[in-house]
């Protein structure tokens, strides 16, 4: 299965003033793999695997020179390591961090030697870790996108009439439910690789739900491995409620008022940490960059991948094969939680994700606005809302109050427009942010 990284792995490899690579993301979304299919385009690929093989630590402890480690590598290996010709990948290099403060010098004393490092629970690490400015380079991967799983199921075709189809043009009928169909499937599979996989190859959903529940219980044991024995209650706590709080700001009390929020607080950065959970902060939205004007007690908690959200939730998903709007599970929540999700993955992969929301909490004038985004640095207002109906008071007030040009429903709906707002499908999100295009062209 292709990923959209591995495009941008290669333009990395033939670039000339290249840095080591830290590839960072939650478990289980394909880092290993993805590296192994870059290794495929070296004439030498070499794989260390310190949690593995531990003895690997020791060729780390003492002098750092790249020349040194490589020699002391091939000699243990019996592999040949040659700059330009190998990729040397470091797999769970968290439990080797002096590995992971090698790699300065690797850039600064063997560039042309194609280094990359990944890990799960990597975040943990690099905290107490002093990287190096400007001699790393970061790489968000995350589960895989709508516009992934199509290409997964060999739907590739569908992905690239969508971005080549003109501009606010709606598509055929039978192709608009076609897709929309595949967007069900993706609500109920999520993008987490080893579901698709099993997807793609038997269309079984029972036999994708069970890899569903290992992959929560792997999730869930991990816990003991970032944080104490004292934290772990409060961290399957939060693991379990936070689905049940999607669309909804986050309020500790209402998973329990018996414990204090401080509690829940560390848990859910630990969470954020290990890439289980994204916030999405409340932004007054005075200007550009969004973030710079947000509210940190006021943040919305998604859920990192759809198809996890919706198994921890145990929803009985038969009805989404007689009628798949998903704007109708759970009160619209899971199709806000689609949107959050695609919002992130078509982000900059080398700059961790961020997403905002807006809300007014004016006595007898409250609205909300459930993601806000940035294109062509103008601020862009996001709703999400039932196919054929749904009041979009809040998206008016908001492009009223700051002066906003345009807006985007996003729905069941084929592609529209109005005078400010623009409707976009479910299927149609990836198009918004690669193109950075709303008004049949650059905005402006």
Known sequence: ???????????????????????????????????????????????????????????????????????????????????????????????????????????????????????????????HISMPVG????????????????????????????KTNGWLKPLPDATHKRLLSFVRDYTIMGGMPEVVQKYRATQNVQECQKIQTSLIETYQKDFIKYAKRSQIKYLRLLFEAIPLQLGNKFIYQHISQDIKSREFSIALDLLEMAGIVYRVYHSSCSGIPLGATIDLKKFKVIFFDIGLALRILGMDIKSLFLNPDITLINKGAIAELFVGIELITYQDPYQKAKLYYWQREKRGSQS???????????????????????????????????????????SQNVYASSEKIIEIPFYGIENILREGRLDGGLLK
């Not at 394909?30 to 310190?50: M, P």
């Not at 589960?143 to 690239?160: I, V």
């Not at 207002?381 to 345009?406: A, I």
């Open 1 to 127: 299965m292709k990923r959209d990284l591995l495009d941008i792995l290669l333009k990395w490899s033939k670039a000339p003033n290249r840095k080591p690579i830290l590839l960072r993301g939650a478990r289980q979304v394909g880092k290993s793999w993805l590296v192994r299919e870059l290794g495929k385009s070296f004439q030498n690929y070499v794989e260390l695997n310190f949690e593995e093989n531990p003895a690997l630590r020791n060729f780390f402890e003492g002098n750092l020179d790249p020349k040194e480690i490589i020699t002391q590598l091939s000699n243990y290996l019996g592999v040949s390591i040659v700059p330009g010709n190998t990729l040397l990948f470091f797999d769970e290099i968290q439990a080797c961090p002096r590995a992971i403060t090698s790699l300065r010098y690797f850039y600064e004393k063997m560039p042309t030697l194609h280094t990359l490092g990944a890990g799960s629970l990597l975040e943990f690490d690099l905290q």
């Open 135 to 162: 001699r790393i380079e970061h790489l968000y991967l995350y589960p895989m996108s709508f516009g992934e799983f199509l290409g997964a199921l060999g739907r590739e075709d569908l992905r690239t009439h969508l």
């Open 368 to 410: 909300e606005v459930d993601y806000i985004i940035s294109i062509s640095d103008q601020i862009v207002p996001v709703e999400v809302k039932s196919g054929h109906h749904g009041r979009l008071y809040s998206l008016h007030c908001f492009l009223e109050e700051k002066k906003v040009k345009y807006g985007i429903k996003i």
